[in-house]
């Protein structure tokens, strides 16, 4: 390779527009303007208990501090160990009562499809409040987050009233059927990357099969669901069904996790938390778990891949985006040593494009990091890496401190196998790049970690690409491209990475139980 870059070589959005002054006066005006309208908001801050809002019992509040600029933007109730208790227990009345699991399946249908429609009427408004709650660009939230969502809910919605049961080949005299039946309260615990999103991944299937819930949105950005919790009373979803308690981990999650009359917790996070959630089941009822949790993806590139510009964009976009806060992002590059240099100089140069910047800059590729202690995680795994003897190659450096916000540049280093920074989740927009030998080693290399969520191979050869996909232990494999998503196909990891799927049919199978009832002719 040529000479390491300088650390701010690539574009971070300061004020200067490269791209002329017109460009830069328009992306000025609609970031102002999303700021006017921003302040305009009447932002959800109070616990949403039995169809209505509610302080925390003991009046517990906790700051808001946006990442963009590290202002305090709202006071929000700080939900503990009654309020959960208040939400379970009016999420068990609800349930007990019929008014939604008795309900015909064309009816909940029709309730959660008034929802979407209410979610799309809002969704600039929810785009906004999970940009400045979180730190996510603007423009990345409206188009990826908000249409998601709103796949996810129709899917479920239309899912509602076409699950069948079975009737089981039993002898002559007999009948057999196998009934599916909700489980009854479930307790979603979800992150603050996509908080959204991925509460609706658990939401909409637990409703669809008329379940109650009460959902634990992360205290890092607690906005959105709130917001969406009003939504769905208007829609008609009867008062318990949905109840949304924002709080801290070790007090209101640990308790939602703890509860006897919980009979399922669903969790994304971290694998620590997740941990702690199997022991919160074992040591209470003993209440069904699943876990979506980290992972270190990497990205395999063959000496036969494909266009090698086209694989650089994916790899960039596979790391960088959501500022590397996603827990299936491509944060390692694998490469055959023979191709090793020119994909490396591509991938530089895409990451060099890569513009870091106020997330209502509709410029802005790379948004703030969720938080100053993430910041710091962040930065100390960076540190971690330069002691290790990582090589750095671009990046490396927190970024635009005047704002107050939390950004860091998009990073790429030349790592070792063994070094942390090669095999830690690190969780911000940090790439290690690793070479190998061939297909055996890359095969080794790939499934080196503790994880097994996702895994991409690029190469022109079909039977390459069969051999590589089912060596690989991970929930997902992309052949050729990277982050392909959608509603129907499940999604999920191998090991450390949890169990579990969210996503597609295949999730309400851990939102339902099976009943089988003979019955003598």
């Known amino acids: 390779m040529t000479a390491t870059p300088a650390p701010h070589e690539q574009a971070v959005r300061d004020g200067a527009s490269p791209a002329g002054t017109d460009e830069a006066a328009r992306a000025a005006a609609t970031r102002a303007d999303l700021e006017k309208r921003f302040a305009g908001l009447a932002l959800p801050t109070r616990i949403h208990l039995d169809g209505q809002d509610a302080d925390a019992v003991d ?36 349930f007990e009562s019929g008014v939604w699991s008795g309900r015909h399946p064309r009816e909940r249908r029709a309730v959660l499809q008034r929802l979407a429609r209410l979610i799309e009427e809002h969704a600039e408004e929810l785009a906004l409040l999970e940009s400045v709650d979180m730190g996510k660009p603007y423009t990345d939230a409206l188009a990826v987050d908000l249409r998601v969502t709103l796949q996810c809910l129709d899917f479920y919605a239309e899912a509602a009233d076409k699950l069948y049961d079975e009737v089981a080949p039993t002898a002559p005299g007999t009948l057999a059927t196998i009934t599916r039946e909700p489980l009854g309260v479930v307790g979603a615990v979800v992150p603050w990357n996509f908080p959204l999103m991925m509460a609706m991944w658990k939401i909409a299937p637990a409703l669809a099969v008329g379940n109650a819930v009460v959902l634990k949105p992360a205290e890092q950005s607690p906005l959105t669901a709130l917001r969406v919790a009003r939504l769905a009373t208007e829609a008609g979803l009867p008062d318990g069904i949905l109840n949304v308690v924002p709080g801290f981990g070790p007090t209101a999650g640990a308790a939602l996790g703890r509860h006897p009359d919980v009979d399922a917790i669903t969790f994304t996070g971290s694998g620590e938390v997740g941990r702690l959630f199997l ?33 650089a964009r994916a790899v960039a976009g596979g790391i960088f985006f959501n500022q590397g806060e996603v827990c299936s992002a491509g944060s390692r590059l694998l490469v055959h040593r023979d191709i090793k240099d020119e994909l ?7 990451s060099r494009r890569t513009v870091v910047g106020d997330p209502l800059d509709p410029r802005t590729d790379v948004g703030a990091l969720v938080e100053s202690a993430h910041l710091d995680r962040v930065l100390g795994h960076l540190r971690g890496a330069a002691q290790d003897g990582a090589r750095r190659l671009l990046g490396g450096e927190q970024v635009l401190r005047e704002t107050g916000g939390y950004y860091v540049e998009p990073t790429v280093f030349e790592a070792g196998r063994d070094m942390r920074i090669a095999r830690e989740e690190v969780f911000g927009p940090v790439l290690s790049v690793l070479s ?36 690989l232990r991970a929930g997902t494999v992309w052949v050729n491209c990277f982050d392909e998503s959608d509603i129907t196909v499940p999604f999920g990891g191998y090991g450390q990475s949890g169990f579990g799927r969210d996503k597609s049919l295949h999730a309400l199978e851990k939102y339902t139980q099976l009943k089988s009832t003979w019955i003598k002719l």
Do not use: C
């Open 59 to 94: 009046g517990a509040t906790f700051d808001r501090v946006s990442p963009r600029d590290g202002t305090v933007i709202a006071r929000v109730s700080a939900g503990g160990e009654k309020d959960i208790d208040r939400a379970v227990a009016s999420a068990r009345r609800a």
């Open 279 to 311: 022991r919160y089941a074992a040591d209470s009822n003993l209440k069904q778990v699943s876990l979506e949790l980290g992972g270190k993806s990497p990205q395999v590139v063959m000496p036969d891949a494909p266009d090698l510009r086209v694989v």
């Open 344 to 350: 490396l100089e591509l991938v530089l140069e895409e």
């Open 436 to 471: 190998f030998d061939d297909e055996e080693d890359a095969i080794a290399l790939a499934n080196g970690t503790d994880y097994g969520l996702a895994a991409a191979v690029w190469t022109r050869d079909l039977s390459t690409a069969h051999r590589m996909s089912r060596a």
